[in-house]
């Protein structure tokens, strides 16, 4: 099995985050799920885990940041096109997100963000593959 990421992420309800990402078309692994968390999944090796916030408090010894007055993390998820990042972007603000900063168009690189309902900030963003250099 190669690597795959596990993002966890403390959530107030867990059925209004489960609702909130279901309509922006993610799917929840029921293995990993019961009243104290959902397996999300984003892609075949990207899961968020989230996790009521007395669970997630079990799993750290410093508090819970407060996603609403700082930012802990950024979760930075590509997409196939400039319009799919777009439609991200919609569903998100049609299910209650926040769009956090202004679109951010470099040409070869597009980008837009999103506070969910809990706070966690967001981005979706299309990279031109004939931009990306090759690693040697």
Same mark, same amino acid.
Request: charged fraction near 25%; proline fraction near 4%; aromatic fraction near 12%.
């Given at each position: 099995?190669? !690597?795959?990421?596990?993002? *966890? @992420?403390? /959530?107030?309800? %867990?059925?209004?985050? /489960?609702? $909130? ?6 799917? $929840? *692994?029921?293995?990993? !799920?019961?009243? *104290? &968390?959902?397996?999300? +999944?984003?892609? #075949?090796?990207?899961?968020?885990? @989230? @996790? +009521? ?5 079990? $799993? ?16 930075? @998820? !590509?997409?196939?096109?400039?319009? &799919? /990042?777009?439609?991200? %972007? #919609?569903?998100?603000?049609? &299910?209650? &997100?926040? #769009? !956090?900063? =202004? ?11 999103? =506070? ?8 979706? $963003? ?11």
């Amino acid at each position: 099995m190669g !690597t795959k990421i596990f993002v *966890n @992420l403390p /959530v107030e309800s %867990l059925d209004r985050a /489960v609702g $909130f990402f279901t309509k922006l078309g993610y799917t $929840f *692994n029921p293995q990993f !799920t019961d009243a *104290n &968390a959902t397996c999300m +999944v984003i892609s #075949e090796d990207i899961y968020a885990m @989230l @996790l +009521v916030k007395p669970f997630f408090k079990g $799993f750290i010894k410093k508090e819970i940041a407060d996603t609403k007055t700082s930012t802990a993390a950024i979760i930075a @998820l !590509t997409a196939e096109s400039r319009a &799919a /990042v777009d439609a991200l %972007l #919609e569903k998100a603000l049609a &299910a209650g &997100a926040k #769009e !956090t900063k =202004e679109k951010m168009d470099q040409g070869f690189m597009y980008q837009r963000s999103f =506070e969910d309902l809990d706070g966690h900030q967001w981005e979706s $963003f299309w990279m031109d593959p004939a931009a990306v250099q090759p690693q040697p």
